[in-house]
């Protein structure tokens, strides 16, 4: 049979892990916002596509030119600077804050690709193919002039092989280039948010004295708190069933809504310039609106969990920076603390939806196997 003592404390280090990954997903999530990260993936994504130079050659690079102030990712007269330039992408952006859109949907990827090739000047009855080959041929764009690089010429060569040289077949392979991109950007946005989930769980281990080790031996060695915070992950656990589906769909939503607002703004492209402006200013203000309610949001939820939950296992644990004690060594005492704030930042970097799937595991299995409480042990000692 599984050790309870073992199996409890497990638990409760699983449900401590999962408040506050909760608060550090939270302000991970406002951080994003803030500086417009999914933006900046994507113009990292499109700049890998375009260019042959290796602008984000280590991940320190990479995820410190997330906070960096908006760029389009790529040199005057380069094939990505021509990309964000396009009409159908600046009239994308999310406003002066966030230059640059969140969300490109492959029919506009592919018929921005097709204008820089074609030109703008193309008219009706225009012969497209002859305008892409020729750009082909003299490695420009016939839209702004970019020269494009080798490495992006040759795979544009390839797929209009592929194409026999038709626009349309030419755009659907666009299209799956494009979608076969975005999916590796997906997994650059997830290790990105890693390193940043680790460094503000760092910041809130040491703020809040969240030292694992620590915990674990005071968990030991208390069986009444063991059990309390058992109690408390479980009553935690009914209070909020689908809390994982919550922080996905929260996610989900605001994706949905830049990428409609995205869809709508594409449609008025065709407006006079006077009209545009119009247009553009009406969705920058829908698209600041819904920005900053998402904010705000979560700025409500990070304090809710403070005042709360966190309030509640912090006061249960005895966490606070006044109850600190050290019998040795300051120097030691610090070492050994901050190796239990590394820890614990390990941990909250999985995030909060990975402790809450584990904590539910574990409490199903610890109700399987019947575990005795404190109290029925002391009655049977009775």
Request: hydrophobic share 40%; charged share 25%; glycine share 4%.
């Amino acid at each position: 049979m599984i050790n309870s003592v073992v199996l409890n404390v497990i638990i409760d280090l699983v449900f401590i892990y999962l408040l506050y990954s909760l608060l550090v997903t939270t302000i991970q999530e406002i951080i994003a916002n803030r500086f417009g990260f999914r933006a900046k993936i994507l113009q990292r994504a499109v700049f890998r596509m375009m260019e042959d130079e290796q602008k984000f050659v280590t991940r320190f690079r990479s995820t410190l030119y997330l906070f960096k102030k908006s760029g389009n990712g790529g040199e005057k007269d380069s094939v990505t600077s021509a990309f964000y330039d396009h009409p159908l992408i600046l009239f994308l952006g999310e406003g002066k804050s966030q230059a640059k859109p969140a969300y490109i949907n492959k029919e506009t990827f592919s018929k921005v690709i097709i204008d820089l090739l074609r030109g703008k000047d193309v008219k009706p009855g225009t012969d497209v193919r002859s305008l892409i080959q020729k750009a082909l041929d003299d490695k420009t764009t016939n839209w702004g002039n970019a020269k494009i690089s080798e490495q992006t010429l040759s795979y544009l060569r390839s797929i209009w092989a592929d194409a026999e040289g038709d626009p349309v077949k030419f755009k659907v392979q666009l299209e799956k280039w494009f979608e076969e991109t975005m999916d590796r950007a997906s997994g650059w946005y997830k290790k990105h948010t890693q390193v940043i989930l680790f460094f503000v769980g760092l910041m809130l281990a040491i703020v809040f004295n969240v030292d694992t080790i620590k915990i674990i031996d005071k968990l030991e060695k208390d069986p009444k708190l063991r059990e309390q915070i058992v109690q408390q992950a479980d009553a935690f656990v009914k209070a909020n069933p689908d809390l994982d589906k919550t922080i996905f769909t929260q996610r989900a939503q605001i994706d949905t809504l830049k990428a409609q607002m995205s869809r709508t703004n594409l449609t008025k492209a065709g407006l006079d310039s006077l009209q545009k402006i119009k247009v553009q200013d009406s969705v920058e203000l829908a698209q600041a609106k819904i920005m900053k309610g998402r904010t705000d949001s979560l700025v409500q939820s990070a304090i809710s969990l403070v005042k709360n939950d966190m309030h509640d296992i912090h006061h249960t644990l005895g966490l606070e920076w006044e109850s600190y004690q050290c019998n040795s060594n300051l120097f030691v005492c610090i070492l050994k603390s901050m190796l239990g704030w590394i820890i614990t930042a390990l941990a909250l970097s999985l995030g909060a939806p990975f402790w809450f799937d584990l904590l539910n595991k574990l409490m199903k299995l610890r109700g399987s196997v019947a575990t005795p409480t404190s109290d029925d042990k002391e009655k049977k000692q009775g």
